[in-house]
C-alpha cells in the first residue's frame, strides 16, 4: 500500500470514527415548569440496577430552569428520578429519547416531550 493510499485510509476511519461517535451522544433537557425545586435527578439505562451520582452535583433546579444531561449510547430505554425539596421522588421509567431532545415537567405531574 503506498503512502498516499494509507493517509487516504486513515483519514477515512478517522472520520467514520467521529461520525459513530457523535452518534452515540445526544443532549437531553429536563425543564422544570413546576412550582416546586428538584433538589436532585438522576438518569441511568433501563438496566441499570444503580442510579449513579445526582446530577445536580448540589445545586437546585429551580421552577423555570432546565437541566442539559449528556448521554452516551442510545438514549432509549433511561430511567429519571428527581427529587423534589420535601423529599418526594419522582421515578420516569424506560423513557425513549431517540425523536426527543427535551423533557418539560409540570406541577400536575404530567410531562411533555419536545
Given at each position: 500500500?503506498?503512502?498516499?493510499?494509507?493517509?487516504?485510509?486513515?483519514?477515512?476511519?478517522?472520520?467514520?470514527?467521529?461520525?459513530?461517535?457523535?452518534?452515540?451522544?445526544k443532549d437531553i433537557v429536563?425543564?422544570?415548569?413546576?412550582?416546586?425545586?428538584?433538589?436532585?435527578?438522576?438518569?441511568?439505562?433501563?438496566?441499570?440496577?444503580?442510579w449513579g451520582d445526582n446530577?445536580?452535583?448540589?445545586?437546585?433546579?429551580?421552577?423555570?430552569?432546565?437541566?442539559?444531561?449528556?448521554?452516551?449510547?442510545?438514549?432509549?430505554?433511561?430511567?429519571?428520578?428527581?427529587?423534589?425539596?420535601?423529599?418526594?421522588?419522582?421515578?420516569?421509567?424506560?423513557?425513549?429519547?431517540?425523536?426527543?431532545?427535551?423533557?418539560?415537567?409540570?406541577?400536575?405531574?404530567?410531562?411533555?416531550?419536545?
Amino acid at each position: 500500500m503506498n503512502n498516499r493510499s494509507w493517509r487516504i485510509l486513515t483519514l477515512t476511519l478517522a472520520i467514520s470514527m467521529l461520525m459513530a461517535g457523535a452518534a452515540l451522544a445526544k443532549d437531553i433537557v429536563v425543564f422544570n415548569e413546576t412550582n416546586f425545586e428538584i433538589r436532585a435527578v438522576y438518569m441511568s439505562s433501563a438496566e441499570d440496577k444503580w442510579w449513579g451520582d445526582n446530577l445536580l452535583k448540589g445545586d437546585v433546579l429551580r421552577p423555570g430552569e432546565g437541566l442539559k444531561i449528556s448521554v452516551s449510547g442510545t438514549p432509549k430505554d433511561l430511567d429519571l428520578a428527581l427529587i423534589d425539596d420535601e423529599g418526594q421522588e419522582l421515578a420516569l421509567m424506560e423513557l425513549d429519547f431517540r425523536e426527543f431532545d427535551s423533557l418539560t415537567l409540570f406541577t400536575d405531574g404530567t410531562g411533555r416531550f419536545d
